[in-house]
């Protein structure tokens, strides 16, 4: 089973950036697709945007267009998630997280076998 680490989550103003990673464990990160969800309180996890296996086809929520970027580092089995220009409502838990095949849909949950702890990220107004 593969395990997943995030981090650089962080209190920042709205208009800053924050940049997440995502260690993955294990010889096959490459083989598999990946993705960023979130989950403010109270609220459904939801999905942020996602990424094939190299990098060749990225995915995103609407709400995130524009202004986050994925990408992935196969040497260094690390995925990472560019958010800039942070608005309140972008305050949730990020998780990263491993899709199970290509053809899986990015942006369901069921889609994913493996997930991270989540970290915090924290926009003020």
């Known amino acids: 089973q593969v395990q997943l680490v995030e981090s650089g989550g962080g209190l920042v103003q709205a208009g800053g950036s924050l940049r997440l990673s995502c260690v993955a464990s294990?010889?096959?990160?490459?083989?598999?697709?990946m993705g960023w969800f979130r989950q403010a309180p109270g609220k459904e996890r939801e999905s942020v945007a996602g990424?094939?296996?190299?990098?060749?086809?990225?995915y995103y929520a609407d709400s995130v267009k524009g202004r986050f970027t994925i990408s992935r580092d196969n040497v260094q089995n690390t995925v990472y998630l560019q958010m800039n220009n942070l608005k309140s409502e972008d305050t949730a838990v990020y998780y990263c997280?491993?899709?199970?095949?290509?053809?899986?849909?990015?942006?369901?949950?069921?889609?994913?076998?493996?997930w991270g702890q989540g970290t915090q990220v924290t926009v003020s107004s």
């Open positions: 997280a491993r899709r199970r095949a290509v053809g899986a849909d990015w942006d369901r949950i069921s889609s994913y076998d493996s």
């Open positions: 990424i094939n296996n190299w990098s060749r086809v990225t």
């Open positions: 294990g010889r096959t990160f490459s083989n598999y697709p």
